[in-house]
């Protein structure tokens, strides 16, 4: 699991790469957590390098999620490959989480 | 083709720890019978959630193996897992969460087993001869 970061003025683009599973979900979470501060103005998760992710990845992003969402702090993600868009629609997760089809809409957008 | 793999759970062993034997497994299945991409990655997501199901949820008492079988079809595989913990029914014993809960109130609990039961298909499950067997369909593209 790869993590990579890029912060403009306020807004944190952080961009995953790999495959999410049981077995690197704590990483992945520890990772996140790390990556987010508390004064970003707003977060954006790019999880187009993710082609894999599975119950304990979704429950990380719900955590992340809920944490931002306790603040206030607008979080998006976006470029979702097919088979991780599936796996988001099918857990309801696209009603909860705002998703673009790309970063450059993402950082259009988010507010 | 059709092919079997054991996984026999070594008490106290993080249960984690079975996912990489069955992701290899799955991707020489793959490569032996040249799946669709979709379909390899549908297969690891069934598998993951039903295996840690089964060694993360207290059902570890008396189970020594599970027997996962895998046989290629037309764009589809058949899955079957067979295991000699505790009995429990996938399709039935598991609510699905509530997937239209606003963010704060939503949790994880059940999301793996939901997963399963939408993505795959021809469900059945059976207790028999004190094992839990669970057979189900992956297709590709559907």
């Known amino acids: ?111 | 083709m059709r092919r079997s793999l054991n996984i026999n759970p070594v008490p106290g062993a993080a249960a984690a720890e079975a996912l990489p034997r069955i992701v290899a497994f799955v991707e020489e299945m793959a490569e032996l019978d040249d799946w669709a991409p979709d379909l390899v990655l549908r297969s690891n997501l069934i598998l993951e959630e039903l295996i840690l199901n089964t060694l993360t949820h207290g059902r570890t008492s008396g189970l020594s193996d599970i027997e996962i079988t895998l046989e290629s079809g037309v764009n589809s595989v058949t899955i079957t897992v067979v295991d000699d913990g505790a009995a429990f029914d996938p399709l039935n014993d598991k609510p699905s969460p509530d997937t239209e809960l606003p963010l704060q109130e939503r949790s994880i609990g059940g999301l793996g087993l939901h997963l399963v039961r939408t993505m795959a298909e021809d469900l059945e499950y059976k207790h028999a001869d004190g094992k839990n067997h669970l057979t189900l369909v992956a297709r590709a593209g559907a």
């Open chain 1, 1 to 111: 699991m790869e993590l990579a970061q890029e912060r403009d003025s306020g807004t944190n683009v952080i961009s995953p790469a790999g495959r999410v599973d049981g077995s690197n979900s704590a990483d992945f979470h520890e990772a996140l957590a790390a990556a987010i501060a508390d004064d970003d103005s707003r977060v954006i998760l790019d999880m187009g390098g993710i082609d894999y992710i599975s119950s304990a990845g979704l429950r990380v992003l719900l955590l992340v999620a809920q944490r931002l969402g306790g603040s206030s702090t607008p979080f998006a993600v976006c470029s979702l490959a097919a088979s991780v868009d599936e796996v988001f629609r099918i857990s309801g997760f696209n009603q909860i989480i705002t998703v673009y089809g790309t970063l450059d809409e993402a950082k259009a957008q988010l507010a």
